[in-house]
């Protein structure tokens, strides 16, 4: 099976822009999750999506949001960049069903954005 | 407040060692708890997971976790210059939900 796929690999954006992420997990599995990953803070949960409905979240603001398609493939969306945002984006994903939280996570290669 | 803390290192170890990486967490009701190890600018990769007290081996990782102490460890016998790595440990919180804390990871550095 192809792995978990982020794209872009690599974003530079600029101050008060906003910047869409893609993930497509391994298929078959339905529940995807994002983290952020810094140096300061390491690796922090920021939602994770099941069935196109949002299942979980992190201590994160609002203008950090996500949403999952029908084909499971999910996209992070942050609005209103600001230099704290430059991080490593991880999206990760499990075989999960309703009901059950299958804790085994596939992680993607993350997508490297860099706000100037 | 740190609520899973690992010492950052770097752990140095000579090839053929045994290397041991400790974590510790502060939330009792936690239930899952799983080691990562993570290469330079690659994503992490699961490497073990333990769900219960006491030790579980594969292969050269042996995780051992002791729910009373809130304390879980990672050994690698036979440590290889390939093992060099960042190792993260991650534990699920209780109540039916899925929000995992990582720690920030230890720095583990294997010499021939």
């Known amino acids: 099976k192809a792995g978990v796929t982020q794209t872009p690999r690599y974003l530079i954006k600029t101050r008060g822009q906003q910047v869409t992420l893609s993930c497509s997990p391994i298929s078959g599995h339905r529940s995807v999750s994002w983290y952020q990953q810094t140096p300061g803070q390491g690796l922090q949960f920021l939602f994770e999506y099941f069935s196109e409905t949002q299942r979980n979240k992190g201590n994160f603001p609002g203008r950090f949001s996500g949403r999952q398609f029908s084909n499971s493939r999910s996209e992070m969306n942050v609005s209103t960049l600001e230099l704290g945002d430059s991080a490593l984006y991880l999206c990760?994903?499990?075989?999960?069903?309703?009901?059950?939280?299958?804790?085994?996570?596939?992680f993607g290669p993350g997508t490297r954005l860099t706000v100037l | 407040q740190k609520e899973v803390e690992q010492n950052s290192g770097p752990l140095s170890v000579p090839e053929g060692a045994i290397a041991s990486l400790n974590c510790t967490y502060s939330d009792r009701g936690s239930q899952s708890f799983f080691w990562y190890r993570q290469y330079s600018g690659k994503s992490p990769e699961l490497i073990m997971s333990i769900y219960s007290n006491g030790d579980k081996e594969d292969g050269r990782f042996t995780a051992q976790l002791n729910k009373a102490s809130q304390y879980v460890s990672l050994l690698i016998r036979d440590s290889q210059p390939s093992d060099s790595a960042t190792y993260l440990c991650?534990?699920?919180?209780?109540?039916?939900?899925?929000?995992?804390?990582f720690g920030r990871g230890t720095s583990l550095i294997v010499h021939p």
């Open positions: 991650a534990v699920n919180r209780s109540g039916g939900s899925y929000i995992p804390t």
């Open positions: 990760a994903s499990t075989p999960s069903a309703w009901g059950e939280y299958t804790d085994t996570q596939y």
